[in-house]
């Protein structure tokens, strides 16, 4: 553990020489980058940025979805009524698993925060900019996020 802490801390002191000053940097930029500029200030900024777009995507559909909902459609036909009442239902239930995204982006922003983003919390190994990438809300590897699904499928945790 006092590896990673030291890793984490000259990581993230180090700035980015690939990029211009204050230009945002691109996948394929970002992927270019050498394994010991791992989370460095401008990975980092390419990540909070990430998920500040995706916080304001999630924020902006569900006042989209308010707005909806509070459309009065009167329609007499009761299978019309059921078809509306079907595509609510259907826009709350993603509306609900969007709020659990919002609460683990929110985590991963204070993770960047902390200095902890990129570090997976089991085994403190970096979980990688590919995964990070697809998935910015991870914060388990991809080897300790297997082990975590089949303790879960084998014991129904």
Sequence with gaps: MMVKTATK???ATKTASKAPKGAPLTEAELLKM???DYMNAAQLDFFRQKLNTLKDDILKNASETTEHL???ILVPDPADRATIEEEHALELRTRDRERKLLKKVE?????IESGDYGWCE???????????IARPTANLSLEAQERRELRQKLFGD
Excluded: D
């Design 34 to 36: 050498s394994e010991k």
């Design 122 to 132: 089991e085994t403190g190994e970096p979980i990688g900019l590919n995964r990070l």
């Design 70 to 72: 509070r459309e009065n």
């Design 9 to 11: 801390s000259t990581a």
């Design 107 to 111: 985590q991963a922003l204070a993770r």
